[in-house]
Nanobody
Framework: VQLVESGGGSVQAGGSLRLSCAAS?????MSWFRQLPGKERERVAR???????NYADSVKGRFTISKDNAKNTPYLQMDSLKPEDTAMYYC??????????????????WGQGTQVTVS
C-alpha cells in the first residue's frame, strides 16, 4: 500500500490550496489528518466509498474532501486558509469498515505528509 501526498506549499491567509493523495489499494474510507508543531495529529476530513463525508468543526465550511474513484485519489480543497491551518497534512486510508464511522478514525495506513504553511 502506498499513499503519496502532494499539493502542499506556502500561501497567504485567505488563500487556497488543494492537496492530492495518490493511493494504491482498495479502502473503505480515506481521510486527511494534520499535525501542528508540538501538537498531536488531529482529524480533518473523511470520505467513505459511498461519498459521504465528515469534517472537523475547525474546517467545516472552508475545506472540502472529494475523491476521484477512477484514479483512487482523494483531494482536500482548502479555502479561506488561516495561519492556524499551518501543519503537516497526512493522507490516511482504512480497510476496516467500522473505523469509517463515528469517532473511530484510526487509519490502517498513513502517507508521509505534505507541509502547508499559511502566513
Amino acid at each position: 500500500v502506498q499513499l503519496v501526498e502532494s499539493g502542499g506549499g506556502s500561501v497567504q491567509a485567505g488563500g487556497s490550496l488543494r492537496l492530492s493523495c495518490a493511493a494504491s489499494g482498495n479502502f473503505n474510507c480515506m481521510s486527511w489528518f494534520r499535525q501542528l508543531p508540538g501538537k498531536e495529529r488531529e482529524r480533518v476530513a473523511r470520505i467513505r466509498k459511498d461519498g459521504s463525508t465528515n469534517y472537523a468543526d475547525s474546517v467545516k465550511g472552508r475545506f472540502t474532501i472529494s475523491k476521484d474513484n477512477a484514479k483512487n485519489t482523494p483531494y482536500l480543497q482548502m479555502d479561506s486558509l488561516k495561519p492556524e491551518d499551518t501543519a503537516m497534512y497526512y493522507c490516511a486510508a482504512n480497510i476496516l469498515l467500522f473505523r469509517c464511522y463515528g469517532d473511530s478514525w484510526l487509519p490502517s495506513y498513513w502517507g508521509q505528509g505534505t507541509q502547508v504553511t499559511v502566513s
